[in-house]
């Protein structure tokens, strides 16, 4: 029996490893190929838009954005997002906050100089400047600001486009939306489709 023990030992480890090879192959096979290609082919079939990126079309078919990624308005006649502190800014392959806390010289000036420049740009907005138009996000992405931020850029895109401020007021109605089953979140309106909602009603505004 001693001498057929080195034996039994060895047989023994062969049969382990094999079992276990066998165990990674298949949970490598089920949750590495073909549970994600059930879940994309799911996702594809049932939500086939926001699988794709909840990409957005203008009415000649070009893509202009999604609606899950905020992007640079500066023209006067649309409505301006957060600012934001991904990459280069609005950066989807760079999602990240700039890290600076309230302490930070350079983030205090960045502010001051934001608060500066939207002063400017909007003499006749009323109140304070919004504070979700001078701080960015934790994602550097968020495609949305609040209605009271939205109703504080009216009279520049109102004045820009032409047009009176209850025109525009009615659209930012029409682009907020409220909580989510009337519980979670705040009501936040999307800026890109609100600017397409000011394209598709007035035209593009001047440069």
Do not use: C
Request: glycine share 10%; proline share 6%.
């Amino acid at each position: 029996m001693e001498a057929n023990a080195p034996q039994l030992e060895t047989s023994s480890l062969k049969s382990t490893m094999l079992v276990s090879l066998r165990a990674t192959l298949v949970t490598l096979i089920v949750t590495g190929l073909i549970y994600p290609f059930v879940m994309t082919g799911l996702g594809q079939l049932i939500f086939p838009k926001q699988a794709a990126g909840s990409l957005v079309h203008d009415g000649r078919g070009q893509v202009v954005g999604s609606t899950l990624i905020g992007q640079a308005f500066s023209a006067p006649g649309y409505f301006q997002t957060r600012p934001s502190a991904a990459g280069n800014g609005y950066d989807a392959t760079s999602s990240s906050g700039s890290n600076l806390g309230g302490s930070s010289a350079k983030l205090r000036a960045r502010v001051e100089a934001d608060i500066a420049r939207l002063r400017s740009e909007n003499p006749d907005a009323p109140g304070l400047v919004p504070v979700e138009l001078v701080t960015a996000s934790a994602s550097g992405l968020d495609p949305h600001i609040s209605p009271a931020a939205a109703r504080w850029q009216m009279p520049r895109v109102a004045k820009a486009r032409g047009v009176n401020v209850e025109r525009i007021q009615a659209l930012v109605a029409d682009a907020t939306t409220g909580r989510d089953l009337g519980l979670w979140g705040e009501s936040r309106v999307n800026v890109l489709m609100l600017n397409l909602a000011l394209d598709k009603l007035l035209g593009a505004p001047n440069k």
